[in-house]
């Protein structure tokens, strides 16, 4: 049996489908083919997303591809999937998730902590940098957007001292020999869903049950906690908001953060991980109370 696997033309997005078509195929003995879609968000990469639409302009493309019966399945970065999915569709499984911290990366070797005054840093995250700017006032954040080799280009190209990309993409592509500094996702909290892939098919495929057996359930409790927690404050790419959830035994701890009236709110929340959906949007109350 051969399934087709819809996904970005990006070098990190084949590579997260390469891992996807692994386990298939080491569980079910199943081969794939790679269905790569270019999105509105690959088009206008000079472009923020804030004045383009926000997350969706990296799936629905592929989403399309998925309902039109174009492909079994996609495979998603699952900080990239906005909160409503489209009817008809499902994430049927969460299989794995990499590191969940953000990263510094300077090719001249510095710490984030130990930059001049000053600095420029790249980052197109709105999240980054807010926290970014929290902890370095001086800071000058130069918008950055494309793949992660094109980032890491800039830093030479717009000379930058160094910009803040994920962990999981650097690693993902054998890249993590430049990271010069791993933030504390307890501090510096990640994007909702950050390492995390997601596989999502079409309720009326046939097919969706093998997607369904790689789903892990550690990785799926703790992205649908801080989804629930995104889901509720309807965050998006205009919002500062990340989140990150950890569980520990029987239990469920998650740390969020979300702008409100120009301030950064971080709160945590702690309870039994099988109220990881209440969790999370607990954790939301808790910040919208200030």
């Known amino acids: 049996m051969k399934l087709k ?53 990296f799936v629905k493309e592929i989403e399309a591809a998925v309902l039109e019966g174009k492909a079994d399945a996609a495979v998603h970065s699952m900080k990239d999937l906005p909160y409503i999915i489209p009817q008809g569709l499902e994430i049927a499984a969460i299989p794995l998730r990499e590191d969940v911290r953000d990263v510094f990366v300077s090719l001249t070797g510095y710490d984030f902590h130990n930059l001049p005054q000053g600095a420029r840093v790249g980052t197109s995250s709105l999240r980054r940098r807010k926290l970014a700017k929290m902890k370095r006032p001086d800071l000058e954040i130069v918008p950055i957007r494309g793949n992660v080799q094109t980032r890491v280009e800039k830093i030479e190209r717009e000379t930058l001292d160094g910009i803040i990309l994920a962990a999981a993409g650097l690693k993902r592509l054998e890249m993590a020999s430049i990271i010069t500094h791993y933030f504390d996702p307890l501090d510096f909290v990640p994007a909702v869903g950050q390492g995390a892939l997601g596989i999502e098919v079409a309720l009326s495929n ?25 889901g509720r404050l309807n965050g998006d790419c205009h919002t500062a908001i990340g989140a990150y959830a950890s569980i520990d035994g029987d239990r469920m701890n998650i740390v969020g953060i979300f702008e409100l009236t120009g301030r950064l709110i971080k709160k945590e929340i702690t309870g039994q991980k099988e109220d990881y959906l209440r969790l999370g949007a607990r954790l939301a109350e808790l910040i919208r109370k200030g």
């Open 5 to 57: 696997i819809a996904t970005r033309k990006s070098k990190l997005a084949q590579v997260q489908t390469e891992i996807v078509g692994s386990l298939l195929n080491q569980k079910y003995g199943i081969v794939y083919e790679k269905v790569l879609i270019e999105t509105k968000g690959d088009r206008f990469i000079n472009i923020s997303l804030d004045k383009i639409g926000g997350k969706g302009l």
């Open 206 to 230: 046939p097919q969706r049950d093998y997607f369904r057996g790689i789903d892990v359930a550690g990785p799926r409790m703790c992205v649908e906690a801080e989804r629930s927690f995104l």
